[in-house]
């Protein structure tokens, strides 16, 4: 799934209104298993201009860059952090693991080429998903149809649970930013 996708879907799950660190946990949870991704490729891209062929193609299947993928996309990692929060009872704990767990799930289902090792350190396995939430080849435009009805569909919920200003702002930009390929495509083709 798309990052917003993936932080619309943990705020939905774990976010609490007015518990504002369950919900920053939520939010942090989401992101952090696409992070590493984020700061890396954004170095290479901005920093050392480094091709985005390269960044995509070759180096994001590096041995050196699945191996931090292995580490914040670890489904047994985050699994563990989860017990640990459920057993001291920690709310906050419970919304990052919980949140990062949801985030690998989806990722898990929805990823065929470019999928990871999600049950490192017990294997460097990689399942390839038939269905890809992006590749044509793998039933994506369904399922990216899917996933952006029903991201903006969590997004109303949000918008709704939450009453906070600053809330109801980060919910819009999240939907905005799930619906930007919708637009944007039909801006695109809309002559054609």
Not at 25 to 39: K, Q, R, T, V
Not at 83 to 112: K, Q, T
Request: proline share 5%; hydrophobic share 55%.
């Amino acid at each position: 799934m798309n990052t917003p996708a993936h932080l619309i879907f943990g705020l939905a799950a774990f976010g609490k209104p007015k518990q504002a660190a369950v919900t920053a946990a939520a939010f942090m949870g989401a992101l952090i298993p696409d992070l590493s991704l984020y700061l890396m490729a954004g170095w290479h891209l901005r920093v050392l201009e480094t091709p985005p062929r390269m960044v995509f193609g070759e180096l994001y299947f590096s041995d050196a860059w699945q191996s931090i993928f292995r580490i914040d996309n670890s489904m047994v990692l985050w699994g563990i952090i989860l017990v640990i929060g459920l057993m001291g009872r920690w709310p906050v704990l419970i919304a990052l693991a919980g949140a990062a767990e949801l985030h690998l799930v989806f990722d898990f289902l929805l990823h065929n080429d470019d999928a990871r090792a999600h049950f490192w350190p017990l294997t460097n396995w990689v399942f390839k998903s038939p269905v890809s939430y992006w590749d044509r080849d793998h039933y994506g435009t369904i399922a990216g149809s899917i996933e952006i009805g029903v991201s903006l569909a969590l997004c109303v919920v949000l918008f709704r649970r939450f009453s906070h200003i600053g809330m109801r702002a980060l919910v819009i930009l999240l939907g905005a930013a799930q619906a930007a390929p919708i637009v944007i495509f039909s801006i695109m083709f809309a002559g054609g």
